[in-house]
């Protein structure tokens, strides 16, 4: 109930217009952006498209047959969500935004921002960062899911899985852990 109707005559049609416009702006672009970096990922990383391929061939079926009643697309398809987690990585559908601080805020230098700063969050940069992702150039939905014990699903990554990661830690993907 954003709008209230004995509110309807208090609205500019600028104001509507604007809040609808970001409303499109933020549901249809961004989905359509997310979904089409998806499709470059998987036809430029053949590897990728071949695992995402073989897992929606095992959850949903060969073509024409009907979707399984009992798919769980949480737990099916787990590497297709870790391809949209890389492709939302590594282009992000909004590539920074800016706020301004609420309360004062210490940084770890010791400097105090007050309130009212504005804050500029570069969140394409962030996602490039060797610090924060290891090879971040690389598409590697690896990060975010992993085999099963049995080698045979997909299942989700957690961090602490970076820790048990024995093949070979040197290609481990995920962030460094926080301590």
């Not at 997310?34 to 695992?51: E, H, Q």
């Not at 391929?53 to 009907?66: F, H, Y």
């Not at 697309?73 to 935004?97: G, H, Q």
């Not at 921002?113 to 490039?128: A, E, M």
Request: charged letters at 25%; glycine letters at 4%; proline letters at 9%.
């Amino acid at each position: 109930h954003m709008i209230d109707a004995s509110d309807a005559d208090k609205l500019s049609d600028q104001v509507l217009s604007d809040t609808l416009l970001s409303f499109w702006g933020a549901g249809y672009e961004t989905s359509s952006i997310t979904l089409s970096y998806g499709a470059y990922l998987l036809a430029t990383n053949p590897d990728v498209d071949r695992l995402c391929a073989e897992e929606a061939r095992t959850a949903l079926g060969e073509c024409g047959t009907p979707i399984p009643k009992d798919l769980d697309p949480n737990k099916d398809l787990v590497y297709c969500r870790a391809v949209i987690y890389e492709a939302l990585r590594l282009f992000p559908p909004i590539v920074f935004n800016q706020r301004s601080l609420e309360k004062p805020m210490k940084l770890e230098s010791g400097v105090t921002l007050p309130s009212g700063t504005p804050v500029f969050i570069p969140f394409y940069w962030i996602q490039r960062d060797e610090k924060n992702f290891p090879n971040p150039e690389m598409c590697a939905p690896e990060r975010w899911a992993t085999r099963s014990s049995a080698k045979e699903k997909w299942v989700e990554r957690l961090e602490e899985d970076q820790e048990n990661d024995t093949e070979d830690p040197s290609k481990n993907q995920l962030p460094p852990a926080k301590h």
